[in-house]
């Protein structure tokens, strides 16, 4: 048996044969194709056999219901072969053993797991510097949102401040008839309660504004977080990366974190010292109506609700 392998990059071959003396071939072909793309590249073996005529230095093969024409010089076997696409190809076999073959499939494989392994490394880095930009867009979105959700408390707190100034108008009035014996004194007194409960309105505003700053709180810390996840695994895997096409670099990435995190910081210190104004503006409003209730001896007043608790 005489053998001949050509192998390349999309697979080996290795054809054998033996020739009686006519020239006829009997023999076998073994070989590995490589399909699909990395990283899920695969290789495939396969087996069959052949048969043909040798005549001189000229050599047909019938394979796989084809035939292939070539010729034979020395250790060199060149076929012309038929492609998929129509056009005929020369194919160079060099001439071979078995174990030439097994070496040259374990090439092929070790090259086509090596090809998955880097289009896999590949894809896992695109993934991780995609979502390093994703997180980064996010913190800074989330940032935004925050302000908005800032700017609504400040208008919301400044209303219930506002309110509480015609509490406390409206109280001094009540004080100055309670002092010259007006007989409306406890109607009136009755509008300073009204005006604490709109004080208290207000407050019950600033907790729903309270709401929406939370759960936005909320979102721009898990932001920060996966953003971190984010710029270590970019760091680690890709070492070199320098951002860029719209990407941020890694000292980008690490400055948003830690604005984000001075953002943080600032925003639940403003916030709760809105509520501590709040919650004296309300405080203020029903003790300007205990204040006309018991000037007028008008029976008790509204009790003042809760305060409204800090954030954390």
Not at 229 to 240: E, I
């Amino acid at each position: 048996m005489v053998g001949y392998l050509h192998a390349e990059s999309a697979g080996v071959t290795f054809l054998q044969w033996k020739t009686d003396g006519a020239g006829a071939l009997d023999g076998t072909i073994d070989g590995a194709a490589v399909s699909g793309s990395p990283p899920n590249s695969a290789v495939t073996t396969n087996a069959g056999s052949l048969t043909g005529q040798l005549d001189g230095r000229s050599v047909s093969l019938q394979v796989s219901f084809h035939t292939d024409y070539g010729s034979l010089s020395g250790d060199t076997l060149t076929l012309n072969v038929r492609q998929s696409d129509g056009s005929i190809r020369p194919i160079i076999y060099r001439r071979a053993s078995p174990s030439d073959y097994n070496q040259a499939l374990t090439t092929l494989r070790t090259a086509v797991a090596g090809a998955n392994r880097r289009a896999g490394h590949d894809q896992q880095t695109a993934q991780e510097i995609k979502s390093l930009t994703d997180d980064y867009n996010t913190v800074g979105s989330d940032k935004g949102t925050l302000n908005g959700d800032l700017s609504t408390l400040a208008s919301d707190v400044s209303t219930a401040g506002n309110d509480l100034k015609t509490a406390h108008d409206d109280e001094k009035k009540v004080l100055a008839e309670s002092s010259s014996g007006t007989t409306d004194v406890c109607v009136d007194a009755n509008g300073v309660d009204v005006d604490a409960n709109g004080v208290s309105v207000d407050a019950n505003g600033v907790s729903t504004d309270l709401v929406t700053v939370t759960n936005d709180l909320s979102a721009l810390r898990k932001a920060v977080s996966s953003l971190q996840s984010s710029l270590q695994a970019v760091r680690t895997d890709v070492p070199t990366y320098n951002g860029g096409d719209g990407n941020p670099d890694l000292t980008e990435a690490k400055k948003a974190i830690t604005d984000a995190q001075s953002f943080t910081t600032g925003l639940v210190t403003q916030v709760n010292s809105d509520i501590d104004q709040v919650n004296a503006h309300v405080a203020d409003a029903y003790s300007y109506s205990a204040a006309t209730s018991k000037a007028g001896q008008c029976g008790s007043a509204s009790s003042a609700p809760t305060p409204i608790e800090h954030i954390k």
